[in-house]
């Protein structure tokens, strides 16, 4: 049977569309190839969100190891990572040596992230037995991509949110985006810095009727891709978790106010369970 | 049967396919294509590439699995993977930031991008304005006719973007620099007097600007106000070498010396730019006093990996003088780490200290070969701020 299309029975031409409907659209190569990057960076990365087993903000110091530490680390000696002057000390029992932020500093079987600022510097602590697999992605669905124009605020405003790693960042908001599922929603969207102060992504923390029922409750990031004729395309098969909904050590953004889609969205990251519960949120974008 | 022969023949006697060649190679941005050239040559039993804008080559590590390519650029831990199919090659671009793995498709064909001289109404030093969503920011462009055609930079208040290269037709023209790291792509048309267009950073980034022909007065902030310094004392820093040996400021070897301090990554491709320059001025001044040291700022934090990238970085430019391991890379860290700079924004920043270790010049940025004139004219501030240093012990 064909399926291309033809005025010759409209009994073909329908059992072609319940067919279409019911098998899952190729996913196009660009996504699968983000997708499959991303799961390896999950699997394999000593920084991965799924390995991590803690994270505390380091303030004058912190005890690791021992059942009464900070940070308790079944199996370790104990080690204290404090600042001294504009720098950090990591000691153990072998002594103490300086250590600069990012990571891994190892001890042991675990990995040590410093990232952040002083006074703000946040410690994260990861093991590599810790892992967990990666929860996977609905099937692509064709009906979830959106093509439409960014309605640009007057006034960008800066404000302060969690990004999807937990980390806080200034953004700017700078307009919304109309989403024609559950009768239509305007959701917002922030441009977020990236690593360098050229780059940015633009991107939505939105909820929708499946979280808690297949995706992560307190929601998901979605970017805003540019296209070249000044249209944008909102893919919600990529939308990706938040990490805490890899480890409950993250802290989690809080919905962005008014970014809640009436509708299931079955498309984008799947929540396999292990996240934050979405009842202590981080600050929220006002 | 003989059809069978042949075929088989066919498959047992056709050779694997080989790279080795030009390749006409494209990053598929969100914006539009970044051109940049692909030169794969045999050696040995090996393979050699090159990542080009323009002339202008980088050589990165290269080799071929079945039809399987892969681009090792390990100054900026990033790879080019792509499959092999005939006379072209699909395949992705990847490095991995904070949040996971940047990807961007990549693609080529045989051959070398075709060149064109540079149209004259391009050609020049333009005046420009970026139109954020936050506000407004100031470049400077300088477009010039090269052996490939359109050439130029882009220069902010702290530096240049390094080497970029393209094409121009008509009245519009879009010029990119790729270096493994650095995803840059500028794309413009002349309207009138005025250069209108967008500017392309990573996959998706796209900033709007307007240009016009400089008329000579500053646009940008001089490299010296980006950056403010305590001067009131010494300038401190306490960091470990590449041996785990502890080096400070009031160490003996700095001691009453003229003390040039590189603040510098080896993923930030202008710190390639001045690091062989800082060199020259090491090697030239050293018997008269000076004496210099770089505070690395690098990707992850790890002594191991991080102490292996600035090694790497050493060796290519044969720097004789200490490299110490300072923290990572996000400027906000790297201000942490040195207190006594105020607005610490920009690498490589580059301090002058007198012979009594305080704060003489903070330069934010380094104006790379690319920037031509303002590359030379850099080079002599840089001398004249030396001479100036080393003659004041005379004085005392």
């Known amino acids: 049977m064909s399926c291309k299309s033809s005025s010759r029975t409209f009994v073909i031409a329908f059992a072609c569309v319940l067919l279409a409907s019911k098998l899952p659209a190729q996913t196009p190569p660009d996504v699968a190839m983000e997708r499959s990057g991303y799961v390896d960076w999950l699997k394999k990365a000593s920084n991965s969100p799924l390995s991590a087993v803690a994270q505390q903000k380091v303030g004058d110091g912190l005890r690791l190891g021992p059942e009464d530490a900070d940070i308790p680390l079944p199996g370790m000696a104990e080690f204290r990572v404090y600042p001294s002057g504009a720098s950090l000390i990591l000691e153990g029992p072998d002594g103490k040596r300086l250590v600069a932020r990012g990571g891994p500093h190892r001890i042991g079987k675990y990995a040590l992230y410093l990232t952040g600022p002083r006074p703000g510097t946040v410690l994260t602590v990861f093991a590599a037995t810790a892992g967990k697999e990666p929860p996977g992605y609905y099937d692509y669905d064709a009906l979830v991509v959106f093509t439409g124009p960014l309605i640009r605020t007057k006034t960008p405003q800066v404000v302060r949110v969690l990004a999807s790693d937990g980390i806080e960042a ?23 810095p990236v690593a360098s102060g050229d780059e940015s992504e633009l991107e939505i923390f939105f909820r929708d009727e499946s979280n808690g029922d297949g995706t992560y409750p307190a929601g998901r990031f979605v970017g805003l891709h540019p296209l070249p004729n000044g249209q944008f395309r909102l893919d919600l098969n990529r939308a990706r978790n938040p990490f805490c909904a890899y480890s409950s050590v993250y802290p989690c953004p809080a919905p962005w106010r008014g970014n809640t889609i009436p509708a299931a969205v079955r498309a984008g990251e799947r929540y396999a369970g292990g996240g934050l519960d979405p009842g202590t949120p981080g600050p929220e974008a006002r | 049967m003989l059809a069978a022969l042949l075929v088989y023949g066919t498959l047992v006697l056709d050779p694997a396919p080989s790279p080795v060649g030009a390749w006409r190679a494209v990053l598929d941005l969100a914006g539009g294509p970044l051109r940049f050239g692909l030169e794969i040559e045999k050696v040995g039993g090996g393979l050699r590439a090159q990542i080009c804008n323009g002339i202008r080559c980088q050589r990165v590590d290269a080799r071929m699995e079945g039809d399987s390519l892969t681009l090792n650029i390990p100054d900026y831990a990033a790879t080019v993977t792509a499959a092999l199919r005939g006379d072209s090659l699909m395949g992705t671009y990847r490095n991995v930031g904070n949040r996971g793995p940047r990807t961007i498709p990549v693609r080529a064909d045989r051959g070398r991008w075709p060149t064109a001289p540079a149209p004259k109404r391009l050609r020049g030093r333009w005046d420009a304005t970026y139109l954020h969503d936050w506000g407004t920011s100031r470049r400077v462009f300088e477009f010039r006719d090269g052996r490939a055609g359109l050439e130029g930079t882009i220069i902010s208040n702290t530096g240049d973007y390094g080497h970029f290269a393209g094409i121009a037709e008509a009245d519009s023209f879009s010029i990119a620099h790729f270096d493994g790291s650095f995803v840059y792509l500028l794309t413009g048309k002349l309207d009138g007097d005025t250069l209108r267009g967008i500017f392309h950073a990573g996959p998706r980034t796209q900033t709007p ?23 009131t004392g010494p300038f401190r820093f306490d960091f470990v070498d590449l041996n785990g040996q502890r080096v400070r400021s009031d160490d003996a070897r700095f001691r009453d010396k003229v003390v040039l301090v590189d603040i510098f990554g080896s993923w930030c491709p202008t710190c390639h730019d001045a690091a062989p320059e800082l060199l020259r001025l090491y090697q030239r001044y050293r018997p008269r006093g000076l004496e210099m040291v770089g505070l690395a700022y690098e990707v992850t934090g790890d002594s191991a990996i991080d102490g292996r990238q600035v090694r790497r970085y050493r060796d290519k430019f044969g720097i004789t003088f200490p490299l110490l391991l300072a923290g990572v890379n996000d400027t906000d860290a790297a201000a942490a780490t040195l207190p006594q700079l105020r607005g610490f924004t920009s690498f490589p920043t580059t301090l002058f200290l007198g012979r009594d270790g305080r704060i003489r010049r903070v330069h934010a940025g380094f104006y790379g070969p690319a920037t031509g004139a303002q590359h030379r004219r850099l080079l002599r501030e840089f001398e004249r701020e030396i001479e100036k240093l080393l003659e004041e012990k005379r004085e005392q």
């Open chain 2, 209 to 231: 600007w307007t240009a016009v022909r400089s008329t000579g007065a500053p646009h940008l902030k001089s490299p010296t106000e980006v950056t403010g310094a305590d001067t």
């Open chain 1, 170 to 192: 200034e953004a700017t908001e700078v307009g919304t985006f109309l989403v024609p599922l559950g009768g239509g929603t305007a959701l917002r969207v922030l441009r977020i």
